[in-house]
């Protein structure tokens, strides 16, 4: 059966000397794997400059009933915003690890156009975006919690307030329990969330800053039972940032 559909790269991984395995993002049919000739043929080499991270694509898949891995055919570049992530390192890196991180938690999602569509924006905003690059990947973690169904209840944010990571609520007290996020830090990622994305220059954040809030977004997407893989990308990461 063929499907002729939108899709954005999450993970290119050699298979053998004849193909790779794509992970791609779609919306009328999730996460699927596809295979896709490797080596130096000239479509071969097309192929891999169109599916770096977060690129995204038009094509039409062959899908065989009972099996992971399907086929690709008349593979098109749809969004150009990815050509000029390439062009920078730091963008690159951004990339890669928003790829591992969106591959991680939406594998077993069902297919949700909205989700679909937060995610080619995320991929369109890293490629726009100027100062603040440094910053997010930040961002992009606390907005897909919304998308988990985890999300903070920004709403219940006063400054002085402790986030209780268990109900995600802010309280004017530390909670009974080691899952919480002092003042400073609840006002850190409360700023965060209410920055946009060419604003985040703003916020002065140092190495230390970032990978402590990182690691605490990720600890509270683990306590909610949110699978992020190991995110391998992330010590890249931190070299940088």
Not at 119 to 126: F, G, P
Request: hydrophobic share 40%.
């Amino acid at each position: 059966m063929y499907h002729s559909i939108e899709a954005i790269v999450l993970r290119l991984v050699r298979h053998n000397d004849k193909h790779s395995i794509v992970r791609l993002y779609t919306p009328a049919l999730g996460v699927i794997g596809c295979v896709t000739p490797a080596g130096d043929s000239r479509e071969a080499r097309r192929r891999r400059a169109l599916m770096t991270p977060l690129a995204t694509l038009r094509c039409v898949v062959s899908m065989t009933q009972g099996s992971d891995l399907h086929h690709l055919r008349d593979v098109q570049p749809l969004d150009m915003s990815a050509a000029s992530i390439l062009t920078s390192p730091v963008k690159g890196a951004l990339a890669q690890f928003l790829a591992e991180l969106f591959d991680a938690t939406l594998r077993e999602q069902q297919p949700d156009a909205l989700l679909y569509d937060f995610v080619a924006h995320t991929a369109r905003e890293l490629s726009a975006i100027g100062g603040g690059g440094a910053n997010y990947h930040l961002l992009v973690l606390l907005r897909l919690g919304h998308f988990q169904g985890i999300e903070p209840d920004w709403g219940s944010y006063r400054r002085g307030y402790w986030l209780d990571e268990s109900d995600g609520t802010f309280r004017p007290v530390p909670p009974m329990h080691e899952h919480f996020a002092d003042p400073r830090e609840s006002r850190v990622l409360y700023l965060l969330h209410s920055l946009p994305a060419d604003k985040l220059s703003r916020l002065r954040l140092s190495a230390r800053d970032r990978n402590y809030i990182i690691d605490r977004i990720l600890a509270y997407y683990r306590l909610h039972e949110v699978n992020t893989g190991p995110l391998h990308s992330l010590e890249v990461l931190r070299q940088l940032f």
